[in-house]
């Protein structure tokens, strides 16, 4: 049969799920590039793909035959086992003999957080791209945030649009996250956007590979981790970007850890961006006084979390007549009509409602706010 692939790079490009186990002729067929992988050369990978992975059996050979059709051919892909007991170890260990590109390690199983760290120091090239064992990304994925980055010098991490890969039906509010997400493409709407929500999918980004050792790698702690690094490295001068074409399908697995895993819920997003909102909020809001608009239940028990960072709330802005002019805990609660100038107050929209945050911001501009200096969207 003549017409069959005969090496891994050939079954992958064919679009097969795996290669036979007799496969042999490897080292005969490989891009010009790879050669030198063969030849005990320096390793010259100009991309690092990062992608932890634990008990990822059922999608983990789509990831990585995504990796293998990449049309920026010389990466390294470098996959932390940590400590998977399905048929993880004994997929990797094929793939890693197949590719030379592909550097598989195992650990005892200690979390995410552990094995993004110890791919970081595993990592040999200039940037770094992360990858999840349950997504895919473009062929040209990897070409097109190089090339943005040696573009863009002052561009120091770049993610790109994403594909949702779930039933939008039956996860609209993850599905609406996504929209969401892909609306975010400079570094304006993403500094802008930073506390509405995490700007990014984690698996679609591309990032200087000395920003970790400038700015720290991931911390532990009860909080995403993904999350606290943007804002951390935000806070730090990061500029940040994508390429504003879809590179990744970002797939919503059932046994996804950001579905499971309380690191992951709602209040764990809250108080990790409280501790950086407050310090941005001390920062820009100087002297004036400190309005939040919404003063619904959940929007006060929230606020709550910035109070403990140390931020005073002066008072209350909504539209509902049945809360206007009611005092919470001795802030009282105004209407729009009572704003205000914007030399006199700093505004908060602490709404969640995405229609909620697009009629404040009209309102505000209309009354000669500018968003970033005058007033922030949060959630």
Known sequence: MDSQPHTVFQWAIAGYKTPPEDLQGLKTDLPDVLKGFYSGNAMTARVSVLMPVFNAAATLERAVISMVRQTLQDWELIVVDDGSTDETPRLMA????????????????????????????????????????????????????????????????????????????????????????????????????????SPFAHPSV?????????????????????????????????????????????????????????????????????????????REAGRRRFLVWGAGRLTRRRVGYLEKEGIRIDGYIDIDDRKIGRNYQGRLVFSPNEIPSPSDVFILGYVSKPNARELIRERLVKRGFAEGSDFLLAA
Not at 145 to 174: H, K, M, T
Not at 209 to 225: C, I, T, V
Not at 240 to 260: E, T
């Open 94 to 197: 094929q793939w890693a003999r197949r590719d030379p590109r592909i550097r598989w390690v195992r650990r005892p199983h200690r979390g995410i957080v552990a094995s993004l760290n110890q791919g970081l120091a595993l990592a040999r090239a200039r940037h770094l791209a992360r990858m999840d064992a349950d997504d895919i990304s473009t062929a040209d994925r990897l070409e097109e945030q190089w090339s943005f980055l040696e573009r863009n010098p002052d561009i120091g991490l770049v993610g790109c649009l994403v594909e949702f890969g779930g039933d939008r039906l039956r996860y609209a509010g993850y599905a609406r996250h996504v929209d969401w997400i892909n609306s975010l493409r400079n570094p304006i709407e993403i500094q802008l956007g930073r506390f509405v929500e």
């Open 206 to 282: 591309m990032f200087r590979s000395d920003l970790p050792a400038k700015h720290g790698n991931y911390r532990q702690g009860d909080f995403p981790e993904d999350y606290e690094l943007w804002l951390r490295w935000l806070e730090a001068g990061v500029v940040m970007a994508k390429v504003p074409k879809v590179l990744l399908r970002w797939n919503d697995a059932p046994h996804r850890l950001s579905r499971r895993d309380p690191r992951y819920d709602l209040e764990a997003f809250y108080r990790c961006k409280a501790v950086y909102l407050a310090r941005w909020l001390r």
